[in-house]
C-alpha cells in the first residue's frame, strides 16, 4: 500500500526550530522527487520546499528560503525539513508529497500524506 506519514509537528516558539520527517512506503523511493507543502486555515495550500530523487537539487518558497532545509536519506528512505527561525505566519499543517517533477507546485505530485500540525505561538 503506497503511503506517506509526516511526523514531527507540533508547538513552538517564534524564532525556534522544528524537523518534520516524511517516511513513504509502498513505492520506489528513489524514483520520486518529495515535496512539503503547506495549508494554513482560509488559506490556499502553499509549496514550501522541493527535493530531487537523488537529493542534488532543491528548491524553496521565497517565503522560507534561508530558514528551512529539505534533505534526504535514500538508504533510510527518509526526507526532512528543517524548519528553523519560525514566525506565527509558519502555522499550518504540513504535507510531503512524491512526484515525478521537481516543483513547488502541488499539480505534478501523485501522492499525499495525512499532514503533521505546526503551531508557532507565544
Known amino acids: 500500500q503506497l503511503q506517506l506519514v509526516e511526523s514531527g509537528g507540533g508547538s513552538v516558539q517564534p524564532g525556534g526550530s522544528l524537523r518534520l520527517s516524511c517516511m513513504p512506503s509502498?513505492?520506489?523511493?528513489?524514483?520520486?522527487?518529495i515535496g512539503w507543502f503547506r495549508q494554513a486555515p482560509v488559506k490556499e495550500r502553499e509549496g514550501v520546499s522541493s527535493?530531487?530523487?537523488?537529493?542534488?537539487?532543491?528548491v524553496y518558497a521565497a517565503s522560507v528560503k534561508g530558514r528551512f532545509t529539505i534533505s534526504r536519506d535514500n538508504a533510510k528512505k527518509m526526507v526532512f525539513l528543517q524548519m528553523n527561525s519560525l514566525t506565527p505566519e509558519d502555522t499550518a499543517v504540513y504535507y510531503c508529497?512524491?512526484?515525478?517533477?521537481?516543483?513547488?507546485?502541488?499539480?505534478?505530485?501523485?501522492?499525499w500524506g495525512q499532514g503533521t500540525q505546526v503551531i508557532v505561538s507565544s
Open positions: 509502498g513505492f520506489t523511493f528513489d524514483d520520486y522527487t
Open positions: 527535493i530531487s530523487s537523488d537529493g542534488s537539487i532543491t
Open positions: 508529497a512524491a512526484g515525478r517533477v521537481l516543483s513547488t507546485k502541488s499539480t505534478p505530485y501523485s501522492y
